[in-house]
């Protein structure tokens, strides 16, 4: 599902080259994300990228989040570093609807999502869009195609995220595109389109000589991980017998995981008990959060791993050498204490462990321990039925916000 985000008029849109991050082009016609892509950008080019002096063209954004990942929350993006170039406001230069790619994707896509921002406007292949039509502005006559929109947009200084599913672009007091934009939700498999306008510097101001500027984004957006993994209990017996004929250790299992730039992988390893003796099984096992992406982890608050731990396993006292003392204060989306708690304490209470993350030691890689222990019931159990082989399924989720950054370049050259 696109929907398309304008924040420009302009008389005639051009094509241009599309880049990211690390300078590679990218197809517009890309159709898929990597694995340790959350929201991907699959486009952030100037359209017509050669510009003469004092002559204008456009930014375009356009990204997607992942089918296989989580729905993104918070989604803001930002530009920089414009230089003497500048963004163009809201005047009466209409679009041509013609020349926006996906016109059937644009026309049903927005109003899905958005209804209320074409009620009384029904985009056909001739029709443009104004800043009146784009914001359904309650206008009339000659103001028609002057109306700058004063409708669904925050007063100056406002977060582009402060009312719920409003789409925000222009400064309601001098009615100038802003850098900055977001959406609260974009669901798996959305995609954007953000636009802005830009105008070229004059001669004057790059003194007649050519002149290139080097254009970034910022994105930022709240995402998660999900994931489930499988603790292999396996006796000793079964042990011996796999290792007399040469076979491995190795249990198929069923894993699960989401898609996004952090993965959480689970460090296999089965877990060997005894036919006989003592009361219960304590063991660790491990996994490694990782960072894939491109881009990096931000605001520390909001990163955050849980694991849900299977009825048949406790955690140990000494957990809290790689787990926190919790504050409920600060955990109360997941936890309804109202005190602090300890690692082992919580997972008593409520079958999970929770840890705030720093993103400095998310640089690359991060590896944690669950110290834990078999419940004297459940291995009792498993010695008393000869079980060889049983399987606990936990889950690991991690709660985190992202950003990304890319770039793309524009040049202007003098007349004469």
């Not at 963004?87 to 999502?113: F, M, Q, R, W």
């Not at 304590?282 to 959060?289: D, M, P």
């Not at 991690?398 to 950054?405: A, D, G, K, T």
């Amino acid at each position: 599902m696109k929907k398309l985000l304008v924040l420009l008029s302009l008389v005639v849109l051009f094509s241009g080259c599309t880049q990211q991050s690390n300078n590679e082009s990218v197809s517009a016609s890309e159709s898929s994300l990597q694995s340790f892509q959350g929201i991907g950008v699959l486009e952030f080019n100037v359209i017509k990228n050669q510009l003469p002096p004092g002559s204008s063209t456009y930014l375009k954004l356009r990204i997607r989040n992942n089918a296989l990942g989580k729905t993104a929350e918070n989604v803001v993006v930002k530009i920089d570093n414009l230089g003497f170039y500048s963004l163009l406001d809201c005047t009466s230069e209409p679009i041509s609807v013609d020349s926006l790619s996906n016109l059937n994707s644009v026309k049903h896509g927005v109003n899905a999502y958005y209804p209320d921002l074409f009620e009384s406007f029904e985009i056909e292949n001739n029709d443009v869009i104004t800043c009146g039509h784009l914001y359904n502005a309650v206008v009339t006559g000659a103001d028609l195609n002057n109306a700058y929109v004063t409708t669904k947009i925050g007063e100056r200084g406002d977060s582009p995220l402060s009312v719920e599913d409003e789409l925000f672009l222009y400064d309601m007091d001098a009615d100038l595109t802003v850098v900055e934009h977001g959406v609260q939700r974009l669901f798996r498999s959305d995609e954007y389109e953000f636009y802005w306008g830009i105008l070229a510097p004059s001669e004057g101001m790059i003194n007649n000589i050519y002149y290139k500027q080097n254009i970034y984004y910022v994105l930022t957006y709240d995402y998660s991980s999900e994931n489930y993994f499988t603790v292999v209990a396996m006796s000793s017996e079964e042990v011996n017998r796999r290792r007399s004929l040469g076979e491995s250790l190795e249990v198929p299992v069923d894993t699960s995981t989401t898609a996004g730039p952090i993965s959480v992988m689970y460090n296999y390893l089965p877990v060997e008990f005894q036919r006989v003796g003592g009361s219960s099984l304590e063991y660790a096992f491990s996994f490694t959060v990782a960072n894939n992406g491109a881009g990096s982890l931000s605001n520390q608050e909001n990163s955050i791993i849980k694991v849900i731990l299977p009825e048949e396993i406790d955690v140990t006292s000494n957990c809290g050498d790689w787990w926190d003392v919790i504050d409920c204060s600060e955990f109360s989306d997941f936890i309804s204490c109202t005190d602090t708690i300890t690692c082992d304490e919580l997972a008593v209470a409520e079958g999970i462990l929770l840890k705030k993350v720093d993103p400095e030691n998310i640089v690359r890689s991060y590896n944690l321990q669950i110290p834990f222990k078999i419940s004297s019931v459940e291995l009792s159990d498993l010695r008393n039925l000869n079980i060889p082989i049983k399987t606990y399924s936990f889950k690991v989720e991690m709660n985190y916000s992202y950003n990304l950054e890319g770039s793309t370049s524009v040049h202007t050259s003098p007349i004469s």
